[in-house]
């Protein structure tokens, strides 16, 4: 297992997709460069994501800012919660999270107590895995990047980009026309200060994610044809762990709808951009384990050599969000739910006694009346004193100076809180596991291969010129231009023999090559080589735009030229 | 010309274009939040950036972190050098820019020093555009958000994304099989810590770039080949304003040739965008004017509103930032320029004196005779005690213990530090200026438009049905659905007058609008109706996928369906 990730580590740094960032300054670990080949494979992996989660399904799609006030992360929770237990070594001083260091020893690191952490510590003990010393006590680490805005007012660095798609909620439910469901989505970079981040790309302190959230009202009935007839790989949280149809789960109830609709659009994502559909599952978040905001999360984990990784999580957030953000800004964040047919309601309402008023209230007395008049309660909710706000003064009316009638009210609807189902991307975590999955080598030559599909490749096309002279290499130059005019990302290569030339696209992924020889200048034709099953034919140079075209839309096969 | 700045501020913010960030919380002054229509904006222009700047000449593209270690920021001078002149007022504790407050009085703000600020304020009696209030004293102000990496590592929010391009040049070169010219460029998040941002989307604390980093071998002959036939509009910095072919600006010296190649490149690229070409220019800087790292810079503006808009800035940095970096990292920033042919050069080499070596340093003498032996130096640079450095001992050699001697060597070519041409596009000022440039209101019923061209347009097509009964609904939303699988983003409406609606859609400038009317169920064709015409064509409902893929890549105009 660990024998991939060092072949990995080696073709993404030496081939250009990515490696640790601020190398010429010893590296700060944690953050990556996305080289020529990776941001290319990034940009096609999120706009198949756009076509297959955004556009098709009429999403909405925004990008709000990375860097936040201190009100809207005190509000979505983050500011108190979003912390990790450390330890520091007292020999080296390095620090280490918690969970890492004990989680051989308990099987939930996360829910522990300091106490209990240095308990554990102490009696397995558990040393620096740097240089063997002993660690101090527990401490809290706060895990969002903060910094000043302006002179003085403090702000934070999105730990999701979740938080720009719900406070911007009733700005974006009047633009969907007070329509619900409504889905957001958001691409960005979001930001996490880990402690001491060892895992590669798999735990970056700047990461790249996509994110929906999908309003939903709780009460509307899901609509069930929504559900496909596909089989499903769940690990509930009770630990069984299953294929099942997708109808069926949602039958019995395992999970919400729209959560196992995710899990069907996920599934078929992920086999568009080459994970291995039988290294997928869903597994189902014990309940200790829920974020605080969530109700339900089924994480989609994918096997690697690191084991099963979550890549993406579906957290069924309730109204957690909005609520907090109506709570903390006074804004309104509810939607509005028309009634079938208006209903009526009983409600109670004040008769004023004017002739208690009268007096105690004098020239006074009759608006309080009338903003009595006004007022609408629950039934069975009115006592005592009421208070009354007039023209700046408070007026405490007392009891004896009303009567409270029962009346009914037409109403057309109500107002309510939506509630959130959200797939979050780990698009870092994504590209790694694609690499992993879409990795071989050949058999005969041992050549290193990525099987990209042809969509995600972030090079398209090689332009081999049999030999660089006899103008074949003019022909392979002119090929290149007219191909890029064309939106086909293609290299011209003239450099070593054709089998290196080869070599060197497979190991990139360039799903194929097109090499010029000379009986392209007798009648006009060139090779086209597709990498994985190496099989050339041979095509009119004249057709070769649009049929490349169709082979990188995946709109053919290579077997149907 | 304010008028349209307040027409524009309400048709973005009502249909979903941009907005001012964390409104629900009182808003954050310099953090906008792109909406549904102006994500995609921002996404179309993107891609059509990368199609004519990256994919089609070849260049790599790169993604590197927004945060950065102090290091990198220390060695391009950010950290000194980034910085405003500020002050407060004593009355109500609001910061301002200097050199908007006091331009003017006089012509370049930017030079002074704060004793000349302060009394240029004293003397015009410059107040507090808030309160009236007075200043206090010019204080320094740095310009980029830090932050804290890790438990106690300073770090800085990227103030532009070209850093992360220059420190990785080794790699990059290297992945290029070392090849110049090499371009690199980038799209991401940059971020300036403004004091207090006035000018809406024109200036962000969180903005939006598209740089490129050319590096060229400045000895290598510019290919004039590269230079059109085509008129530039420049401004130089002697205060000339001249249309000048850009063959005759090349001879004539006017700016480097590959300033000029971008000139092309940009005019080009900004027609295809919308922006109106006459209200484009090419300004020199002065050389006071120049930044810290540039030798010489054109600033493309675009004329909106507010002026002349410094959008994108072509700066020709020299090696001053590869330069920087190996001074500071130690790491070599330098490519090889081959000879034509090996060239022959005279060095100095040392022949050892064993006569004096021997006795001095018994069994090391071979040793150190061998490394002395091994030295090269340039022409008459050696004298006088020579440090030999063997097996972790520093030798100090006495100058009686060797004789200089004068060869000749080969050699195949040098080291040398490329210099960098940058295309810098700020790409929320030019979506700004998209929107006012193709702004405009039909002149029969007022409504307003916005003329996007089809290729950048946010939403590509709009489906209404004649009426929502009939199965015209129907038959619109199988078209919507099919046009989305096709990947072109569409939308059903049915909702108010077929007027309201087409008016709703050029509003966010839909370029097509389909109409499914009673004939559609007879014959089976629909009506196109293109926006700015208003004119329709009725065309069979089963060429409408492909005739819209054509229409919406531009590949053919309304008028020749």
Known sequence: ??????????????????????????????????????????????????????????????????????????????????????????????????????????????????????????????????????????????????????????GFLRPETAQGIFINFPTLYRINREKLPMGVAQIGKAY??????????????????????????????????????????????????????????????????????????????????????????????????????????????????????EVIGIAYRGDYDLKRHMESSGADMRAFRKFEKERKIRINKIVPRMEILGPRYKAAAMKIARAMEAMEFEENSVHGTLKIELDGHVYDVPEEAYEVIDVEKKVSGERFLPHVIEPSFGIDRLIYSIIEHTYYERQDTGYKVLRFPPRLAPIKVGILPLMAKDSLDSIARDIMKELRTAGINGYYDDSGSIGRRYARADEIGVPFCITVDYQTKEDNTVTIRERDSTKQKRINKDELKDTLKKLVAEEILFEEL
């Open 192 to 309: 996490r200060n880990e402690i001491s981040p060892r895992q590669g790309v798999l735990r970056q302190r700047e990461f790249n994610m996509a994110e929906i959230e999908l309003f939903v009202d709780p009460e509307e009935k899901f609509n069930e044809e929504l559900i496909e007839d596909i089989e499903l790989p769940l690990l509930t949280r009770d630990g069984f762990e299953l294929k099942i149809n997708a109808k069926e789960a949602y039958k019995s109830g395992l999970a919400n709808g729209y959560i196992i609709y995710y899990m069907q659009k996920i599934l078929s994502f992920l086999k568009s951009v080459g994970i291995d559909t039988s290294k997928i599952r869903f597994r189902q978040h014990h309940r200790e384990e829920l974020a605080h905001y969530s109700k339900d999360t089924w994480d989609c984990e994918i096997l690697i050599s690191n084991g099963w990784t």
């Open 1 to 154: 297992m660990k024998e991939i990730r060092g072949k990995i580590a080696d073709i993404t740094k030496r081939r250009g997709i990515y490696w640790g960032a601020y190398e010429i300054y010893g590296g700060v670990s944690g953050f990556y460069d996305y080289g020529p080949v990776g941001a290319l494979l990034k940009k096609n992996l999120l706009d198949i994501w756009l076509e297959e989660f955004v556009y098709s399904d009429g999403l909405l799609f925004i990008d709000a800012p990375a860097i936040g006030p201190d009100s809207v992360y005190k509000a979505s929770g983050h500011v108190d919660k979003f912390t990790d237990y450390m330890v520091r070594c007292i020999s080296c001083g390095h620090a280490f999270r918690v969970d890492e260091l004990i989680k051989d020893f308990v099987d939930n690191p996360d829910l522990l107590t300091p106490d209990e952490i240095e308990k554990i510590i102490e009696e397995n003990d558990v040393r620096c895995p740097d240089c063997n010393g002993k660690f101090g006590k527990v401490e809290e680490f706060h895990l969002m990047f903060s910094t000043t805005i302006g002179l003085d007012k403090r």
